[in-house]
């Protein structure tokens, strides 16, 4: 026979339950990873083909249209399964992320510190990564953006020149970004 304790207890746990599997619903970070890890493989390839310097006209295109993408992608799938979330923090932290790269990269270029331009932006989206991974309750996207972190930082500690930093930096960042989105991906399909 159940108390009311026993009663209200279980209740509190089929409510955190449904709680969690709504969130995890919602959640659409495996898209922006799949997207952008696919873009930033791509950029790996214009900085050996074309050089470091057109990586900031390729993200100026590519990075507010992949937002665009992302939110439109995030709206129709809430709308889809019926779980609204808070679109405005995911937002202001892609416009910060992209501002940030964009000042460091287009920065170190006008300071004349090609490593600060190869390196900077890459930080910057790591710290980016920080924060979706707080808003998404996200071990997984927390400890890939420390390790690229750490990556970043090791690449010049290494000697590695700015221009082959940059291109090892995009491949490597594209490839773990689309490693975790596939791993989302796959945890999703399994709920």
């Known amino acids: 026979m159940h108390t009311g304790a026993q009663?209200?207890?279980h209740l509190i746990i089929d409510?955190?339950?449904?709680?969690?599997?709504?969130?995890?619903?919602?959640?659409?970070?495996?898209?922006p990873l799949l997207l952008f890890g696919t873009?930033?493989?791509?950029?790996?390839?214009?900085?050996v083909l074309y050089g470091g310097d057109a990586l900031?006209?390729?993200?100026?295109?590519?990075?507010?249209?992949?937002?665009?993408?992302?939110?439109?992608?995030a709206q129709r799938r809430s709308r889809r399964i019926g779980v609204e979330t808070h679109w405005v923090p995911y937002v202001a932290v892609g416009v910060l992320v992209l501002a940030?790269?964009?000042?460091?990269?287009?920065g170190g270029a006008a300071?004349?510190?090609?490593?600060?331009?190869?390196?900077?932006?890459?930080?910057?989206v790591c710290a980016g990564h920080l924060l979706y991974a707080r808003m998404e309750r996200s071990r997984l996207l927390g400890g890939l953006a420390l390790a690229l972190a750490a990556f970043a930082v090791l690449l010049p500690?290494?000697?590695?020149?700015?221009?082959?930093?940059?291109?090892?930096?995009?491949?490597?960042?594209?490839?773990?970004?689309?490693?975790?989105?596939?791993?989302?991906?796959?945890?999703e399909r399994r709920r």
């Open 157 to 187: 500690a290494a000697g590695v020149a700015a221009e082959p930093a940059a291109a090892t930096l995009a491949a490597v960042y594209g490839a773990a970004s689309l490693a975790a989105g596939l791993v989302l991906v796959d945890r």
């Open 7 to 9: 009663d209200a207890r």
């Open 100 to 106: 940030g790269t964009c000042a460091l990269g287009a």
């Open 39 to 47: 873009a930033s493989l791509v950029s790996a390839g214009v900085v």
């Open 111 to 124: 300071l004349g510190r090609p490593m600060l331009s190869a390196v900077g932006p890459s930080l910057v």
């Open 56 to 73: 900031g006209p390729f993200w100026t295109v590519v990075g507010p249209a992949g937002g665009v993408i992302t939110a439109v992608h």
């Open 15 to 31: 409510v955190e339950r449904v709680r969690r599997r709504s969130r995890a619903r919602a959640s659409t970070m495996w898209f």
